[in-house]
């Protein structure tokens, strides 16, 4: 019983394409978050979700766009890949806004555009 | 906003020998200062974490000081064993405020 899921594991597209990778936490937790983790392993906030409302957006390029149906899920859609996105992108969860409790990760997505 | 800088981005040690990382923030305000854990092709997990009203935190072989005046905080693990060879990242946040991370420091314990 995975607590925060994301699909898939490895996407490997061209440059160009629409792609989405998906979200799902079990954990009942409020607050939901994407990384970015380039290839020298910093962690980079994307977006944090609170009950479905974007609370933060750290000047990601509007080619991303998170969509979360309801609190338990967080889907990114990135439109016109570019070669520059290839990273591993990372959902977290916390009980609650803020950063005052732990973040759970998912496994992780690493996405590779050609 | 918060500023997090980590030292050193890379340590290698001997196993048996102990390890330090240190962080230190910008924001007086931050309250929370996890340590995640992240082993290659793995996710970050939270491997101790300690609040501002604490000074100092163990777990085992693992220990986290915090120095709230000089706004510094550091993970200390003793006795290395190869299975602790990861990238370990230190944050700190406050409130509602997203964590802010540092740059991850890669720890290579040699046989």
Redesign the interface.
């Known amino acids: 019983d995975t607590a925060v899921s994301q699909t898939p594991k490895y996407l490997v597209t061209q440059m160009g394409n629409d792609k989405s990778i998906k979200c799902e936490q079990n954990l009942g937790h409020d607050t939901m978050y994407w990384y970015k983790q380039d290839s020298k392993k910093f962690l980079k906030i994307m977006f944090s979700y609170n009950n479905k409302e974007l609370i933060i957006n750290e000047t990601v390029p509007n080619r991303f766009s998170p969509k979360s149906p309801d609190k338990a899920h967080l889907n990114l859609h990135i439109n016109s890949l570019e070669l520059g996105d290839s990273a591993v992108y990372f959902c977290a969860s916390s009980p609650q806004a803020g950063g005052i409790t732990e973040a759970f990760f998912g496994q992780g997505t690493r996405l590779t555009v050609v | 906003g918060e500023n997090v800088e980590q030292h050193p981005s890379t340590l290698s040690v001997q196993e048996g020998d102990s390890a330090v990382i240190k962080c230190t923030y910008s924001d007086s305000a931050s ?2 200062f ?1 340590w995640y854990k ?1 082993e290659l092709g ?5 491997i101790i ?1 300690i ?1 501002s009203n604490v000074g100092e935190k163990k777990d085992q072989r693992i220990a986290v000081t915090l120095n709230k005046t000089a706004k510094h905080f550091s993970l200390h693990i003793t006795e290395t064993q190869p299975e602790d060879s990861a ?1 370990y ?1 230190c ?9 802010t ?1 540092g ?2 420091t ?1 720890l290579i314990v040699h046989p």
């Open positions: 309250n929370y996890p992240q793995k996710r970050p997990q939270l974490d609040r990238v990242f944050a700190a946040s406050r409130g509602s405020y997203i964590p991370f740059r991850g890669s």
